[in-house]
């Protein structure tokens, strides 16, 4: 920070288009940012795990479509793939594991790819996670996954996996990480975050240039030296006053937090990371803006424009290479179980779709997974509601009459 010559006074002289500002303030400013960097920004953590957690967290089923509407499939030996979508797919991952890493890869590297297994039959039987894997199209432009495993490749072609991506470059063939993609945007919060950490592990005191009557380097770089010590000392103790040697002077480089607007400037970086992801800000644990009524906009928000986004790009790539095209057989989310937290919720929802002849009291209870009862599969109407040509009628007296004819 200083300049040894003969001058009796040195001091530092600094402007703010300097590349090396902010490594003299003690802040790393790299040109990007490493995806634990990334990863380690609170507002990334917290909106990689909330999405892949809510997503890995929701019900899978399997169901066939038929002349009266969907029949959900029950787990049998012709039928393994239920129990793989539902329970585990393979002997060491449940489902929600392999949904939870698909989600977070995704969210962060951008792809996730999965090798489907399948027995004799043709049946689905096991779903393996292939890391790693190098995407290229062949000579009949079709896509092939390359895997390099113990020295030797593997390729697999595109309806031997599952392939989930964040975005696809205009080539349709490789992806973009949404972390890499914006960089920029999570590198200020990193920066931010990496400011603070030295601020505060510099007792709370901004970066300063001392300066006064050296007579060497070397008794330049003590002073400093000391200087920075006794603060750190003042900093433990809790000490108000620092001493500074006799004719010497700190003064103060940068901006000071206050006026950098640092809890601002933390907020606007959660928004910033709430944007590339689709998320409203409540769900990364920002309540600054949050009121009753738009919390539960917010929760709307979160179902209709980023979960069901999500859910529908994974089930139609399921379909399509799980069961095929044209298949009369599909893999389908439950978004009820979003609704498992809200117990008032649930139940009045289930009772209204009781009344109006929608669920049986049995489809009721198999949504809380609670046993059948018997008499429970009729359908139920309110008595009430009637055609309108079978309201009674109001003669002039004002005592309503029916109509018996």
């Known amino acids: 920070m200083f300049g040894f010559g003969k001058k009796e006074k040195r001091e530092l002289q600094i402007t703010q288009s300097a590349p ?15 995806m634990d960097q990334a990863i380690g920004v609170p507002a990334v953590w917290a909106a990689v795990n909330f999405l892949a957690g809510t997503i890995a967290g929701l019900p899978l089923h399997v169901y066939d479509k038929t002349a009266n509407g969907k029949k959900k499939v029950k787990a049998t030996k012709t039928a393994p793939i239920v129990s793989v ?34 027995d004799d039959l043709g049946r689905v039987i096991n779903l393996f996670p292939i890391i790693g894997a190098v995407v290229s199209r062949d000579a009949n432009f079709r896509k092939i996954y390359t895997h390099k495993a113990t020295g030797k490749d593997t390729v ?7 392939d989930v991506t964040f975005a696809l470059k205009p080539d349709l063939l490789t992806h973009r990480s949404p972390l890499r993609t914006c960089a920029v945007a999570i590198g200020k919060a990193y920066n931010a975050n990496e400011y603070g950490s030295k601020l505060f592990a510099n007792g709370g005191m901004p970066s ?13 770089q003590s002073a400093s030296d000391d200087i920075a010590e006794a603060a750190k000392n003042a900093a433990r103790k809790g000490g108000q006053v620092l001493a500074i040697p006799l004719g010497h002077e700190l003064k103060q480089i940068g901006i000071d937090p206050e006026k950098m607007q640092m809890v601002e400037t933390q907020r606007f970086n959660v928004e910033e990371i709430a944007r590339i992801y689709s998320l409203p800000p409540t769900f990364l644990q920002d309540l600054s803006r949050a009121t009753f009524s738009n919390s539960e906009q917010q929760d709307l928000h979160l179902v209709k424009h980023t979960v069901k986004r999500w ?36 139940m009045n929802g289930n009772a209204q779709a009781i009344n109006t002849g929608q669920l049986t009291p049995n489809e009721a209870r198999a949504l809380d997974n609670r046993e059948p009862l018997d008499g429970g599969d009729q359908l139920y109407i309110q008595g009430a509601t009637v055609p309108l040509t079978m309201q009674a009628t109001a003669p002039a007296d004002g005592v309503p009459q029916n109509d018996q004819s």
């Open 208 to 220: 300063y240039v001392l300066t006064g009557p050296f007579g060497s380097g070397k008794s330049a």
């Open 20 to 34: 090396d500002f902010l490594t003299v303030l003690g802040i790393s400013t790299p040109s990007t940012v490493s």
């Open 156 to 162: 697999y072609l595109e309806s031997e996996v599952l």
């Open 311 to 346: 859910l529908e790009q994974i089930e139609a790539e399921m379909n399509l290479k799980l069961f095929g095209r044209n298949s009369n057989r599909i893999a389908e989310f439950n978004l009820d179980g979003l609704l498992r937290g809200d117990y008032l919720t649930r």
């Open 85 to 118: 979508l539902h329970d585990a797919v393979n002997d060491g991952m449940t489902s929600f594991d392999w949904r939870f890493g698909m989600m977070w890869a995704v969210l962060t590297e951008g792809r996730f790819v999965s090798y489907i297994e399948r």
